[in-house]
């Protein structure tokens, strides 16, 4: 029997894609990917530390493991991710059921600290070798068969907004050369990829030189056009800053890129942008929207938010309850302000809890009226859902719409891969409910 590995991913598509690709790499030391805790010889838990709350979830996950192989041989315990770049020396003392921390540039080693293990107990991989980390991945190719994949093209960030533990946990900014991109990219698509998602904390920063030309993501979106097969193209985190007129001018010209951007603010008043250093303000975010609706005005635009950060007054707040219901964000994120250790806000004196919390609620009631009221427009009407899988233990289909909406309807496992008519019938926050609708695919199916 060969070695299992179990790999639990916390936070966001980035580490999503990060698990992958750890995955791809443990296989060539023969490591097979088990969903049973039981019966693991390998744990990898790639964390997120961007809240607290995350932190604390991998400490209770471990807990757990613990439990399970109380009377069995210990499992190797490795933490991955930015918890473990950020924590790690830390972690090792708090937790010395853990085996070894690696960062997030640093997993490209993680076959050979495994090997390791057995002769050096308790280790640490964080240096930042972003570099090295793609060279080696390029040379293992991407097992990914979703028929929506991941692909990352950027990591970390200069842009030290002071709330923010990106740039001490990813590293500085770094783009992948454009033709490594490209191949991989045709690997997935090979693989049954009809949309790809284009991932970096600031994926719109971009930029890679060859020969004196600069790629950035425009030159990106454009070649992957180009691909018969793929048929969407979607992109995320951006940042404002580096909303370029050429990515801007994809949104009238480009057929396959989605008519959705995922742009956080984080908040409405130009006060707060200046305190968090985001080097944008208000009206910049808006002249980026009016530039974007102008090219297509079938384009929405969802956010993060960060609620209460230190120094927020009512104002502050009401401005950014404006600004929501001025760009009619769907399908957005807002967290209450969590000081990161090592961060300029570290130490700010923080908004009392009951106000933080009530005006967390009034954002998120905002926002989720929105995300009805959109979802509720839907109705009645015929949208194109592209396929994704069969519902588990269900005999429905999951698809989603050019707005990410997550649409369920019935229909047998041959439509996955295929964008769909689906008519919607029924609508609630989360979910469009219909039937498939006069597709011309439904008899080859
Ligand atoms: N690079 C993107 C940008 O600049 O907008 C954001 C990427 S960040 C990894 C994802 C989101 O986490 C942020 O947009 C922010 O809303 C949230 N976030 C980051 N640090 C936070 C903190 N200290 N407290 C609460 N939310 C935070
Ligand atoms: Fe963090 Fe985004 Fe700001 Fe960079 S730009 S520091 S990733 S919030």
Redesign the pocket.
Known sequence: MGKKIFIKTFGCQMNEYDSNRIYDSVKKIGFKKTDNKENADCFVLNTCHIRDKAKEKVYHEIGRVKKIYKKKIKPIIIVAGCVAQAENQEMLKREPYIDVVIGPQSYHKINNVIKKLEIKNQREETEFDTVSKFKYFDEIKNSSNKVSAFLTIQEG?????H?????YTRGPEYSRPYDKILSEAEVLIKNGAKEITLLG??VNAYSYLENSKEYRISNLINELEKYSELERIRYT?S?PKDMTDDLIDCYGSNKKLMPFVHL?I?SGSNNILRKMN?KHTVEDYINIFNKIKKKNPEVEFSSDFIISYPGETDNDFDDTLLLIKKIKFINSYSFIFSPRPGTKAANLELLDKEISNERLMRVQKTLSDQQLKMNKSFEEKILEVLVENKMQNQSKLFGRNKYLNSVIFDGNENYIGKILNVKIEKTNRNSLFGKIHNNKDMRAA
């Open positions: 960030c200069d842009k030290f907004c709330f923010c533990v990106v740039p904390q600031n985190t940042h956080p984080q985001r």
